[in-house]
């Protein structure tokens, strides 16, 4: 046995003594009417709890019509012993209902322990939703942003329009891809669709895309344009740095003919200097061989 | 006045259902109740059936009342211990966010 259940051993001794002491002979209780304060006062008690009339309404039903029996019976000037004794009912039926309703809100909570536990959990999910709304509207901000310093610098180099004209050249020639850079517009035609490989001859195929070019440099007749040939590293500088000026100059004369003003445009080529991809493989190397014309800002 | 033996055979029957749980969570109750019901018999044996059926009558409710006791006292248990469950899964949710 353990000090504290030992301790109440102890206790419920000594009380069971007293308790003896006090219900020996017999007299339950001194005065009829003080027991009868006491159980009205413990009803009271019980009867001003809400809890009690929603959870232990049974309970504080008995009590009540124990205490109006012990009134009765005291009324009736019934022998002082059996009043205490209906009193003393009365006030333990009270004092029942008091802890029915009290272990009935304990239960009801474990019961619904499982809904605050939900409801953690899903207050924890809202607040990721939260966190994970706030990181889109960030991105948002961001992409925001840099489309308005693109908008920004579009405007500085050329402007809101020539980038959408751009925009739908390259949409209708898929061939033609365009940047913007710091020396202006840049459209970038791959050698595989202006020449023969080796050759400076345009191709029939390339006709179409040039008259595109020339079209859309018409609408923009104020800006100076430069043509710029390049090769991959594949042969020698000197003769890759050769047929990338004639690949330049075929399409300054295309150009030309097709109405762009001879002044406006200036022709070079760089061989395989400048490389915008590895030459190590293909794939950047069809990339390397490509003419650029660069729509210079106004 | 008859004998009151409704009266001690509830008492008897309502102080062994409470005996289980009272016993750990309300021995102080059960201890008074358990006096009583012995004085109820004493009183059987003596024939004073008046103090037999009072003795029994409150035997009984004091037996309600330690099983109420000791319903509470278990109820309590459980509460604290849903109550720390909870807190343990709170602490660890926000754990989890940090």
């Known amino acids: 046995m353990s000090y504290e259940r030992a301790f109440i051993f102890m206790t419920a001794i000594i009380a069971g003594i007293l308790l003896t002491a006090l219900i020996g002979g017999c007299a339950v209780s001194p005065l009829a009417n003080q027991s009868i304060e006491r159980a009205r006062e413990t009803y009271r008690v019980a009867a001003a709890d809400p809890q009690v009339h929603t959870r232990a309404a049974v309970e504080l039903a008995a009590a009540e019509r124990m205490l109006a029996q012990a009134e009765r019976l005291w009324r009736e000037g019934v022998d002082p012993e059996i009043v205490a004794h209906h009193a003393y009912l009365a006030e333990q039926r009270a004092r029942i209902a008091l802890k029915t309703a009290e272990y009935r809100a304990a239960e009801a909570r474990v019961a619904t322990s499982g809904e605050a536990r939900n409801r953690i959990l899903l207050e924890a999910r809202e607040r990721e939703l939260e966190n994970a709304r706030a990181v889109a509207r960030e991105a948002e901000t961001a992409r925001l942003d840099a489309e308005a310093r693109a908008q920004a610098m579009g405007e500085k180099t050329g402007g809101a329009e020539l980038g959408a004209e751009l925009r739908r050249l390259q949409a209708e020639l898929a061939d033609i891809k365009s940047r913007q850079t710091e020396r202006g517009w840049v459209l970038t035609l791959r050698n595989e669709l202006l020449f023969d490989s080796g050759g400076a001859t345009l191709k029939p195929g390339a006709q179409r895309a040039l008259d595109k070019v020339a079209q859309f440099l018409e609408r923009t007749p104020e800006r100076d344009i430069a043509i710029e040939g390049f090769t991959d590293s594949t042969g020698s500088n000197a003769a890759n740095r050769r047929l990338s000026e004639r690949r330049a100059e075929a399409v300054k004369q295309a150009l030309i003919e097709r109405g762009v003003e001879r002044e406006r445009i200036d022709a070079r080529g760089y061989g395989p200097s400048f490389p915008v991809a590895s030459n190590e493989t293909p794939t950047g190397r069809q990339l390397n061989r490509r003419v650029e014309i660069i729509i210079n800002p106004s | ?98």
């Open chain 2, 1 to 98: 006045m008859p004998a009151p033996t409704e009266q001690l055979a509830a008492a008897r029957a309502v102080l062994t259902q409470a005996q289980p749980t009272a016993a750990n969570d309300a021995p102080l109750e059960l201890f008074g109740a358990q006096e009583k019901l012995r004085r109820a018999e004493q009183a059987m044996l003596s024939g004073d059936y008046l103090h037999a059926r009072i003795f029994a009558e409150q035997a009984e409710v004091d037996a309600k009342y330690a099983s109420s006791v000791a319903e509470n006292a278990r109820a309590q248990r459980a509460v604290a211990q849903i109550d720390k469950s909870i807190e343990v899964l709170r602490n660890e949710v926000e754990r989890r966010e940090r």
